[in-house]
Every structure is written in structure tokens, then in C-alpha cells.
């Protein structure tokens, strides 16, 4: 068997190159409808990642959901600091991207090969946007 | 502007647009003629004020009619409610701020019924995704999701880039829904939206309607947006023979093969009512909010709360705009809801409402009744338990605690 590439390109991106822990959801993510907004956890009930906190970690995330609001939250988390390196979406939408590029947050969207498959939580990963990169660094602990 | 001869904020202002095209690879900028933007003290928080009041204190000005989306407090409620004075004082200097730029603080989130209706092709900056739906669905404007940031900024520079919605090649239909059930009530097109957009959470996904019986009236349709928007993010639907890019099925498509064809029955319907479950919490809270309420929904409210009272230990509340609420108590209906011991805020949506997760628990509150699909879909995130009634259940709810159901 072939050893899986390590590294997957990204089709879109902005922001500046980031290194840490990836945070991996199996379900979309909004910082409206499933983030505590004043300690970085996933606080809606049910949510795949439901008790983690995001700060510092490399969120990635197939989907981009809800609202406009969104477009201050990240800004607001920014300065609270309890903001993510980096949002690694499969899908977003323009809220995000706004959100993000506005609060100075490395963001992503779309990939090449399916990150579930080579990244899981606790991986060391590291995002390049300028090259369009996310690349496995070392395995987690875990 | 980038050079900074017209101040910072008209210079930041482009540099973040200018990433953001740069992102989603937009060739060029295009002109807006109308902006709408969200920014209330709970969506922005300290930080987002703190900027706010550094742009209005540069003395950048809107270029465009710039309207605010609906905020978190009612004035007039801040007691009644139990919302944090402090808070409040921050939300009216914001308010100031807003005003310094040119900005006209309606405060409302159906901009698109009560202050500008764009035509076929034109261009706008909005934000609350409600509102960017109708503008591109029922208008035929072109208008990208424009988080707050993003809808100011286009306020001062009067632009866009160009990517989205704002392109042909996205408004095409990506996939059909056949409507095969009767839709009587505002609270069935808004669970068409939960049905459908539950299953395909991309905002580049584009349903078009098909099968529709009678034509549906504004309020129905921006049920209908609202809940697309909220459960798929998307931006944009189609309705073969009701919207201007959709004269037919063929045109909807701009030629292409739907991805996918679903259908709609009355049966789908019933299973979403049911499956909202009051997990044995009293019924104590109906709420008709998100969006704001229209003056025929207002009027519907007060035919159906006329001589009637909200039961004891329950409470219902009602959001509309200044506008619609002022007109609605020339008319007399307002008297009639209030009456009946319902509470109006006028310039807020209830999900929004600063103070709310302490008021759910002060109040013991638990479950939230309305006829709003968008609003059961985002008020999940206040650990509400939402239930979806059509709108005269919601009142009988509301004036029984008791659900037929």
C-alpha cells in the first residue's frame, strides 16, 4: 500500500502561515449557533465537538454554517483571544471569509485530497496560504 | 483610496475587500447603490464598537444609503426586560457613531418590504442573509452574504468585488424541488426551507422551485428565504414562473441538468412538525420574530389576539420594525395585540436580545414556540428547545399553554 501524501492543497486561502493542534469536525461550524463566545468552547448541545475549545487550534471543518453575524464574532473572539489559528472549511461562505481576512485569521477553503484521512485531532499541522498547502507536521499524541 | 488620501477607514476598507476578492478570485470591483449592514453591540461585542468608533472618529462618511439590520435592545424594554444598562448605553453611542457616518440606523431586517426594493441587476452590499436572499431570489439584484465588516466597508467605498452572486455563472438553479404540498401558513414555507436547506448546506447551492399552485405573497416568501438561508446558508432559490430569473424551468437552470430532483409532500411537512418534542417543559414563550414582523403579519396577529389573553405564567413577544409598529398602532392593531398582554419590541430580533441566556433561565423559559423555521433553526445556540407551529397554533399556545398537537 502507497503511504498517503502528507501534504493537501487548498483551493482557496488568506492570511499569514500557522502551525498547532488540529481540531477536527466531522460537522459544520458557526461562531453564532455553536460557540460560547467567552470561553472558545463548542457549547451547542450535540454538536460533534461539543466541550472542545478552539482557541489556538487549526479548525478544520467540512461546511460553513449560518449567519451574518459571524462576519464581528471572529473579530470579537480575535481580541478576547480565544480565536483559532486557522479555519480550514471544505465549503464557507463569503461571511467567513470576510470574518476572517477582517480579524487577521489564517482561513481555507476546499481541498484536494480528504483531510479526514490524513489529519486527526491532536496532529500538529501547518497551513501555508500562500503556497495553498495544509501539511501533517508530526502525529498527535494521542 | 488605497493611497490613503481619503483616510484610513476608506483605505482599510478597500484593502479588506480587496483580500477578500483576492480570496474568491474577483477580476474587478462593481458599483453598489444600497448597503445594509449588521452591527449592534451583541453581534460586535467591545472590540468591534472600539473600530467603529475609530472610523467615526476619521470622519469617513457612507458614500451610499447605508442601512442598519435589526439590533438588541428596544429602549423602551431595557427594565421590562432586565438587559444590562451598561450595555445599553454602549449600544446608543454606537448608535451615534453609526449616525456620524451617514449611517441610517433603521434597525431593521426586512429592509426589502419596508425601505428599498432594488430591481433586476442591481448591485447592493446587504447583510442578515435574509435579506441577501430576497434581494437576489425575488428582486433579481445581485447581492453576496456581506458580514457587517464587509457591508460597511462597502458603504465607504461605494463597491464590491465581483464574485458570487454578483456573477451569472452562480445564479443558475443547481437543483429541483417539486412542491407537491399545500402551503397555507407562513410556518409551512419556512419548513420547506428547513427540509430543504438541511440537506445541502452550501451557499452555492441554488433550488428551484417547481409545482407551485397559487402565488405565494412576500411574507411567504421571505419565510421561505429566511429558513434556505439559515439551514443551507444559501443565498439564492429560484420559483419557475414567480421570480424574474426564472421565467421557465429551462432559463431557472441557465441550461444545465439539475444535480438532483426532490419533491415536497404534505407528509414531509407533518414530519417536521412532529418531530419537535416540548421534552415535558411547560409552554410558556411564543415568539413571531426573525425576520421582523411585516404590517400584514401584524395585522394577521391582532385578528387572531383580538379579545383574547396570553396565559397566566406565559409570555409572547412580537418583533417588527419602528415603522411597521408605528403604523401598526394608527391602524389599531397594535392595541389589539397588546391587549392581550403580548409584548411588541420594535428595532430588535428576539434572538439577538442582549441579556438573553440569563433571561431564559430567570424566566424559566425552556421551550420557544413560534411559526419562524429560521428562528427554531438559530436560537439553538441560547439552549432553547424549539418547537415550529403554524402561526394560529403558536397564538393558541400562547394563550392556552397547551398544544393540540
Known amino acids: 500500500m502507497s503511504k498517503p501524501a502528507k501534504t493537501i492543497r487548498v483551493n482557496r486561502a488568506f492570511g499569514s502561515i500557522v502551525e498547532g493542534e488540529a481540531l477536527v469536525s466531522t460537522e459544520g461550524f458557526s461562531p453564532r449557533y455553536d460557540l460560547d463566545r467567552w470561553s472558545g468552547l463548542i457549547s451547542r448541545p450535540g454538536h460533534a465537538l461539543e466541550g472542545h475549545n478552539i482557541k489556538d487550534k487549526i479548525l478544520i471543518t467540512p461546511s460553513a454554517k449560518g449567519g451574518i453575524a459571524a462576519g464581528w464574532a471572529f473579530y470579537d473572539i480575535q481580541h478576547k483571544g480565544i480565536a483559532p489559528k486557522a479555519f480550514v472549511f471544505g465549503v464557507t461562505n463569503p461571511v467567513m471569509v470576510q470574518g476572517a481576512v477582517f480579524a487577521g485569521i489564517t482561513i481555507t477553503e476546499g481541498w484536494s485530497a480528504d483531510p479526514y484521512q490524513l489529519i486527526r485531532t491532536g496532529d ?16 498527535g499524541s494521542r | 483610496m488605497l493611497r490613503g488620501e481619503q483616510g484610513r477607514a476608506v483605505q482599510e476598507a478597500l484593502q479588506l475587500q480587496q483580500e477578500v476578492g483576492k480570496f474568491f478570485g474577483a477580476k474587478r470591483f462593481v458599483p453598489v447603490s444600497n448597503v445594509h449592514m449588521m452591527g449592534d453591540i451583541e453581534v460586535m461585542g467591545d472590540a468591534g464598537k472600539s473600530f467603529i468608533e475609530r472610523a467615526a472618529e476619521s470622519g469617513a462618511k457612507c458614500r451610499q444609503p447605508t442601512t442598519t439590520n435589526a439590533r438588541c435592545i428596544d429602549f423602551a424594554h431595557v427594565e421590562h426586560l432586565k438587559q444590562d444598562k451598561n ?54 439584484a445581485r447581492s453576496n452574504f456581506e458580514a457587517g465588516p464587509a457591508a460597511l466597508a462597502a458603504g465607504l467605498t461605494g463597491r464590491v468585488p465581483e464574485y458570487g452572486f454578483h456573477l451569472d455563472e452562480h445564479r443558475h438553479g443547481t437543483f429541483q424541488v417539486n412542491l407537491k404540498a399545500d402551503l397555507n401558513d407562513l410556518a409551512d414555507w419556512g419548513a420547506i426551507g428547513k427540509i430543504v436547506g438541511s440537506g445541502h448546506q452550501d451557499y452555492y447551492a441554488v433550488p428551484v422551485f417547481t409545482g407551485i399552485k397559487r402565488r405565494p405573497t412576500a411574507d411567504e416568501l421571505k419565510q421561505l428565504g429566511a429558513a434556505l438561508a439559515s439551514y443551507g446558508s444559501m443565498g439564492m432559490f429560484h420559483m419557475v414562473g414567480v421570480t424574474p430569473e426564472a421565467p421557465t424551468l429551462k432559463a431557472a437552470f441557465g441550461g444545465r441538468k439539475p444535480k438532483e430532483v426532490m419533491t415536497v409532500t404534505n407528509r414531509d411537512l407533518e414530519k417536521v412538525y412532529a418531530g419537535y418534542d416540548k421534552q415535558n417543559n411547560p409552554l410558556n414563550l411564543v415568539v413571531f420574530s426573525g425576520p421582523q414582523q411585516s404590517l400584514f403579519e401584524m395585522k394577521t396577529l391582532a385578528a387572531l389576539l ?24 394608527e ?35 425552556s421551550n420557544l414556540v413560534t411559526n419562524s423555521a429560521k428562528l427554531a433553526n438559530i436560537i439553538g445556540a441560547h439552549k432553547f428547545n424549539t418547537i415550529l407551529r403554524r402561526t394560529g397554533e403558536c ?11
Request: charged share 25%; hydrophobic share 40%; aromatic share 8%.
Open chain 2, 306 to 329: 383580538k379579545g383574547r389573553k396570553v396565559a397566566k405564567g406565559s409570555q409572547l413577544f412580537i418583533t417588527t420594525s419602528n415603522g411597521v409598529k408605528s403604523a401598526a398602532k
Open chain 1, 124 to 139: 500538529i499541522v501547518r497551513i501555508n496560504p500562500e503556497k495553498r498547502t495544509m501539511t501533517l507536521v508530526r502525529r
Open chain 2, 331 to 365: 391602524l389599531g392593531y397594535l392595541q389589539d395585540i397588546e391587549e392581550s398582554g403580548a409584548v411588541v419590541l420594535e428595532g430588535v430580533c428576539f434572538y439577538i436580545l442582549q441579556n438573553l441566556p440569563q433571561m431564559r433561565l430567570r424566566e424559566g423559559w
Open chain 2, 395 to 405: 397564538i393558541d399556545i400562547a394563550c392556552t399553554g397547551t398544544d393540540v398537537r
Open chain 2, 87 to 140: 450595555e445599553a448605553r454602549k449600544e446608543q453611542e454606537l448608535i451615534a457613531c453609526l449616525r456620524r457616518m451617514d449611517v441610517i440606523t433603521a434597525d431593521t431586517c426586512i429592509n426589502y418590504q419596508t425601505l428599498y426594493q432594488p430591481h433586476l441587476g442591481e448591485h447592493v452590499a446587504w447583510g442578515d442573509t435574509g435579506t441577501v436572499i430576497y434581494a437576489n431570489s425575488v428582486f433579481g
